[in-house]
């Protein structure tokens, strides 16, 4: 089992910068790929930055490639989303997500159901 903690969340203005953070623990060499996903009520999660933790490979939506950028600190079993030039639409609940034994290289480290463990998600607010 893998525990995962976000932190990092919050309200701030349109072209504002927040820095979320994702603790894992437990059996964390079991994990390859660690990924960002976001979610508004009503709208399914959508995948937006994952990285391959055994190369630093990352992959990113095209919404926000450029804006953010998500990187991993191996000694404290911790992956960060860095987020600038925040726009309203990406206003949403935020979740990080572990998953186990598959390269995201495949074209699917979006995908939800390829991951086996999930955080409990931070706010991300942004207002106009």
């Known amino acids: 089992q893998v525990q995962l903690v976000e932190s990092g969340g919050g309200s701030v203005q349109t072209g504002g910068s927040l820095r979320l953070s994702c603790e894992a623990s437990?059996?964390?060499?079991?994990?390859?790929?660690m990924g960002w996903f976001r979610q508004v009520p009503g709208k399914e999660r959508e995948g937006i930055a994952a990285?391959?933790?055994?190369?630093?490979?990352?992959y990113y939506k095209d919404a926000v490639a450029g804006r953010f950028t998500v990187t991993q600190e191996r000694v404290k079993n911790t992956v960060y989303l860095q987020m600038n030039s925040l726009k309203p639409e990406d206003t949403a609940m935020y979740y990080c997500?572990?998953?186990?034994?598959?390269?995201?290289?495949?074209?699917?480290?979006?995908?939800?159901?390829?991951?086996?463990?999930w955080g409990q998600g931070t706010q991300v607010t942004v207002s106009s």
């Open positions: 990285v391959y933790t055994n190369s630093d490979e990352t």
């Open positions: 437990g059996n964390t060499h079991s994990t390859n790929v």
């Open positions: 997500a572990a998953g186990l034994h598959f390269h995201p290289g495949g074209g699917n480290w979006y995908r939800p159901d390829k991951y086996s463990f």
